[in-house]
């Protein structure tokens, strides 16, 4: 039954598809298409750009609301409590909200001492992650006190952990041939099996890793620079798993094979494997990602 | 760490270069068709097809220069918008369409229509590209279970809808 029904199916697809007889439109049909796309995409990109500037926007008012009542609050509003110092936030657009305290922008002059004449207050911002120093912000009060600046320190110097310098292998820059026709399977497992040096960062796998580990035993691994420069096989679910060529022929034509990197999360990438001579090996998942590789040992 | 493995010898004899690949507007010559005929047994509808390989053939456009395997990219993209179209006509009754000629339907052409958008599209590649399992998971980036449970759900819908 299954059969017959199987023997069906493709009979009456075939049969079907042979009934639409499609002519591909002229050139310009498609080419405006393509600029409808393109105008589209200007569009999209304005618009977010347009709502990221009114987001940003939006910041810097929020930045001169009295305490995040809800109410901006301006230097000139003639209802504007008397002990109140607002900070003009000069440098706003360039702090990021999440990081700019506002409990540190406005600050109740009974907790400031009264200046003595011009002398700056300092302020320790709440939190250290502040991106810059704003120094000098002008303020408005409308205290009966002279001029008052308020600097807020920069931030304790922080060291960020360095990792080894990244050097692009030789071999990725040598001229390219021509790509190379794969007679079989075990061929192309064969040529796989090795380690690969990633050519450029983020790599096929979209992660900062040095290469691929592709092993005889049908392991795979992404593998990741010490600090002493050597190549080491990366720990964790999503970095290492099990791989598989496939014969793709069929679909794509002869010399066609995909490979199969499937993690210990049980996730697969998929890509097309194509060899370039001299030895490179490029990934690409359908032009949703890709990856150049060189041999280790180039 | 790992030694590093064997290095691929690309000059060993035998092996030999492929053709110059298609430029595009070759390809769109070459593939718009079958693309289209591929596009109406999933969409049913010869325009939405046609609308469906049109678009795919303007995405290609802007990154040919990027996509390894134009043609695999085409026939996935092609599969996988039309997936779309049904998908969304689901929810739209707008989208919905009149069903082809007279000339082509039957008991079967009214079942396939019955089947899910997943479900068609699998059908599709394996019993009209005559792709394998993992082909089909592949084109569709699917699991190769999912294919096969979606096949046998789909054989059983089908034979569901055959039987008086």
Same mark, same amino acid.
Request: hydrophobic share 45%; glycine share 4%.
């Given at each position: 039954m299954t059969d017959d029904l199987e023997e069906q199916l493709s009979q009456r697809l075939h049969a079907r598809a042979a009934a639409v007889t499609p002519s591909p439109p002229a050139r310009s049909d498609l080419d405006r298409r393509i600029r409808h796309r393109q105008r589209r995409r200007i569009a999209v990109t304005g618009s977010v750009a347009a709502v990221a500037l009114a987001a940003g926007a939006a910041t810097a008012l929020s930045l001169r609301d009295g305490g995040g009542n809800g109410e901006l609050v301006s230097a000139a509003h003639p209802d504007e409590p008397s002990a109140a110092i607002i900070l003009a936030p000069t440098t706003s657009l360039a702090m990021p909200a999440t990081t700019a305290p506002r409990a540190a922008a406005?600050?109740? !002059? #009974?907790?400031? =001492?009264?200046?003595?004449? #011009?002398a700056p207050t300092t302020i320790s911002p709440t939190s250290t992650t502040v991106a810059s120093s704003v120094a000098t912000t002008p303020v408005v009060t409308t !205290? =009966?006190? !002279?001029t008052t600046t308020v600097v807020i320190a920069p931030p304790p110097t922080t060291t960020i952990p360095t990792t080894p310098p990244r050097v692009r292998p030789t071999a990725c820059d040598s001229p390219e041939r021509a790509a190379v026709a794969l007679p079989d399977t075990a061929t192309v497992e064969h040529l796989l099996v090795g380690n690969w040096l990633a050519c450029d960062r983020p790599s096929f796998f979209g992660t900062d890793d040095a290469g691929l580990a592709i092993g005889a035993d049908g392991h795979w691994a992404k593998l990741a620079r010490t600090g002493a420069g050597d190549l080491v096989e990366m720990d964790g679910r999503d970095n290492r798993g099990s791989w598989k060529v496939l014969d793709t022929s069929s679909m794509n034509g002869p010399g066609h094979f995909q490979i199969n990197l499937t993690s210990l999360t049980g996730g697969t990438r998929m890509s097309s494997v194509v060899l370039i001579a001299p030895a490179k090996l490029v990934l690409n998942n359908m032009g949703v990602s890709g990856g150049t590789y060189v041999p280790a040992n180039s | 760490m790992r030694e590093a493995g064997v290095v691929p010898n690309t000059d060993q004899p035998g092996w030999v270069a492929r053709p110059e690949p298609l430029t595009f507007d070759e390809l769109y010559h070459h593939a718009y068709g079958p693309l289209v005929r591929l596009a109406s047994l999933i969409v049913d509808d010869r325009h939405q097809a046609q609308e469906a390989v049109q678009e795919v053939f303007a995405r290609l456009w802007t990154r040919f220069e990027r996509v390894r395997d134009p043609e695999a990219y085409l026939r996935a993209s092609v599969i996988n918008e039309c997936r779309s179209l049904l998908r969304r006509r689901r929810v739209s009754p707008r989208l919905r369409i009149v069903t082809e000629t007279s000339s082509t339907t039957g008991p079967l052409d009214d079942a396939l229509r019955t089947l899910a958008p997943k479900r068609r599209a699998v059908v599709v590649c394996r019993?009209? *590209?005559? *792709?394998?399992i993992e082909e089909t998971a592949s084109t569709l980036h699917m699991n190769t279970g999912t294919v096969k449970s979606s096949l046998r759900r789909a054989q059983r819908d089908l034979r569901g809808a055959l039987t008086p």
């Open positions: 406005v600050v109740d !002059a #009974t907790t400031v =001492p009264p200046p003595p004449s #011009t !205290a =009966p006190v !002279a | 019993f009209y *590209l005559g *792709l394998s």
